[in-house]
């Protein structure tokens, strides 16, 4: 009798997100970074994040704090971490690799020594005959008198070669490798080019699998063939569907400006979780119509099967900025003509599924950074009163500022007259509510007892009876329930307000 041998496992992924440290972290690289991670996590993998930091006229160590500002919020982990800048000497040596192979050449023409394609009489640039047909003898003196150069790869002319790989979102992919130029490894002072230090850092790395935005779609046919060139098997490549505001234009940190950050959404007042939610479902679907979803709910649910192709667009309004040379602050914002709607819906949903004690340890620190002097006890009494009515954690200011302060700001007296009443019918209800609130406990069964049974001695409805207390120690008609309001409020902060609200009226 003979065993089968027992199957083998299929290696855990590894996935990268790359990030290049140029400006902010943008919601299209925060949605890269969430899809990878959700991949490596349904897939018990390994997430890795990869400083893309050899642009050094660029890069600024602003933006590398910004990425992992915005990373540190979004509260989602990797495993490995490097700076590309570090592994120099790893990229050079794919490139010395792949120039012995005879599969680079040395380009000594001083207008060639960048990576990008060049245009002329006859059209894109796609090589120099004379310096790609330069025999090795003369490449090699060249070099060896110090005159500069780029190194440039050989891009197969002959023989109709086609460029293939197959993308899990977009499918098969090819292209004429006659169409696309001899690209540059190393620039002339030796830096590597974006396209051999991504390879050279992904296939040392192991990365399994390349998920990034579909603008990177173009350069991995470069990328297989430096691969191949190298001796690899290159990665799984995922192209993710781009992000784009309502005009159909890509995101743009340039022309969108702050809207496109990830910091503005946390400064705004969004839930990471939420947004993470949100950021997920432009692009992606979990096939069933689920839309709010937490964290295990999406690791469990994704895959790149339910990446979708078409562009997602963010139902966003321009940013406004009022004053010029000054960074817009959240308080700048009107969230309904700012945010997607399913942003702040979600966002909203999220706030609402959160455990009290949760919550109001999330809103405690803007209020007291907003300068109210405020104990964690009565943040937790005053969170169960506002959850309902915030989408935003921010506007814990505006929804309960009457808790926060001593004395009501102005508002305007009429507002205390209840509807199909009058001022007369106002004072009486707040005289006898000021006498009865004086011996009642400020308990929520009691108030409710004691006020309504006030209206009926009074001859009034308990709207009309409601509304002028409401106003008087709020400040305003629309605000939480009124007998949990007094229970928070305190009888003392309850009586002086309806006490200023008869002299109002009086």
């Known amino acids: 009798m003979s065993l089968s041998p ?44 990869r400083l893309d930091d050899t642009d050094v006229e660029r890069n600024t160590e602003a933006s590398v704090q910004s990425i992992f500002e915005g990373l540190k919020w979004l509260d989602l982990s990797w495993d490995e971490e490097y700076k590309q800048s570090e592994r120099g000497e790893l990229h050079r040596q794919m490139a010395e690799t792949i120039f012995q192979k005879g599969l680079a050449y040395r380009d000594f023409t001083p207008a060639h020594t960048d990576d990008s394609e060049k245009s002329g009489a006859q059209g894109t640039w796609l090589f120099n005959p004379g310096m790609r047909e330069l025999s090795r003898e003369e490449s090699d003196g060249r070099a060896a008198a110090g005159e500069p150069f780029a190194l440039r790869f050989r891009v197969p002319r002959e023989g109709g070669q086609l460029v293939r790989f197959t993308d899990a979102v977009y499918g098969e992919q090819m292209k004429s490798a006659v169409d696309i130029e001899d690209f540059a490894l190393l620039r ?101 119509d689920r839309e709010q979803m937490g964290r295990q709910e999406l690791i469990d649910a994704f895959s790149l099967g339910g990446i979708n192709r078409a562009n997602a667009v963010v139902n966003f309004k321009e940013f406004s900025k009022p004053d010029v040379g000054r960074a817009p602050s ?38 007291r950074e907003a300068g109210f002097n405020l104990t964690p006890e009565k943040m ?95 400040g305003r008609k629309n605000a939480p329930p009124l007998f949990e309001t007094l229970e928070v409020l305190g009888k003392d902060v309850a009586l002086a307000r309806i006490d200023e609200a008869i002299r109002k009226i009086g």
């Open 380 to 474: 937790l009494r005053i969170t169960p009163l506002i959850r309902e009515r915030i989408k935003l954690l921010r506007e814990v200011l505006a929804a309960a500022d009457f808790f926060f302060v001593d004395q009501l700001p102005p508002y305007d007296p009429a507002e205390l007259i209840p509807q199909k009443g009058d001022a007369a019918m106002a004072l009486r209800v707040l005289k006898r509510a000021k006498e009865v609130l004086a011996i009642v406990e400020f308990k929520h069964d009691a108030l409710d007892q004691t006020l309504r049974t006030a209206a009926q001695e009074l001859g009034v409805k308990a709207g009309q009876m409601f509304q002028p207390i409401r106003v008087a120690v709020c």
């Open 6 to 49: 027992a199957p083998v496992s299929p290696p855990k992924p590894r996935v990268r997100f790359a990030p290049s440290p140029t400006g902010f972290l943008h919601v299209g690289s925060a949605r890269t970074f969430i899809f990878n991670w959700l991949y490596a996590r349904h897939n018990r993998g390994t997430m890795i994040l």
């Open 188 to 288: 002339s002072d030796g830096m590597p080019t974006y396209h051999l230090a991504s390879c050279a850092d992904d296939a040392d790395l192991r990365i399994s699998h390349i998920i990034r935005g579909q603008d990177h779609l173009t350069n991995t046919f470069k990328h297989v063939l430096i691969f191949e060139a190298a001796g690899f098997t290159p990665p799984q490549f995922a192209h993710l569907p781009l992000l784009v505001a309502p005009d159909g234009t890509k995101l743009s940190k340039r022309r969108h400006g702050p809207v496109v950050s990830v910091t503005t959404y946390r400064d705004a007042g969004f839930l990471p979780e939420a947004f993470i939610n949100f950021l997920c479902l432009l692009g992606w679907s979990p096939k069933n």
């Open 330 to 367: 959240p308080a700048d914002l009107n969230p309904e003509e700012t945010f997607d709607p399913k942003a702040l819906w979600l966002n909203a949903e999220h706030i609402r599924a959160l455990p009290v004690e949760d919550l109001s340890a999330r809103l405690l620190p803007i209020v």
